[in-house]
């Protein structure tokens, strides 16, 4: 069974970046698709992006596009989320995990249909 562990949140101001790693142990990712969600204190948790190493596939958020990107490093087994130009609403507990399917559904991002994640990183961003 894969664990993960996330790392890379902090506080920054309104308009800065910060990148989210996530590093997989027990095995690779390689085998569904992966991504990350986020929860802020009191809400519903969100799927900010989706992707499949499998077939490639990729989803974002609306919320996310043109800011964050979704990446992992050769191993298959470090994924990272950059973010760009963060604003306070994107203040949230961020997790990473794998989806059950091996493609992303973009469905199940909405719905952040998690199968398994990590204890995820705070992320504030200040005003």
Not at 67 to 93: C, G, H, V, W
Request: glycine residues 12%; hydrophobic residues 35%; contains cysteine.
């Amino acid at each position: 069974e894969v664990q993960f562990v996330e790392s890379g949140g902090g506080l920054v101001q309104a308009g800065g970046s910060v990148r989210l790693s996530c590093a997989a142990s027990g095995s690779s990712f390689d085998d569904r698709a992966i991504g990350w969600f986020r929860q802020a204190p009191g809400k519903e948790r969100e799927g900010v992006s989706c992707f499949s190493e499998i077939d490639g596939t990729e989803y974002d958020a609306d919320f996310v596009k043109g800011r964050f990107t979704i990446s992992s490093d050769e191993t298959k087994s470090i994924l990272y989320l950059q973010m760009n130009n963060l604003q306070p609403e994107d203040t949230a507990i961020y997790y990473c995990g794998t989806f059950r399917t091996r493609a992303c559904v973009a469905t199940d991002l909405e719905a952040a249909a998690f199968g398994s994640w990590g204890q995820g990183t705070q992320v504030t961003v200040s005003s």
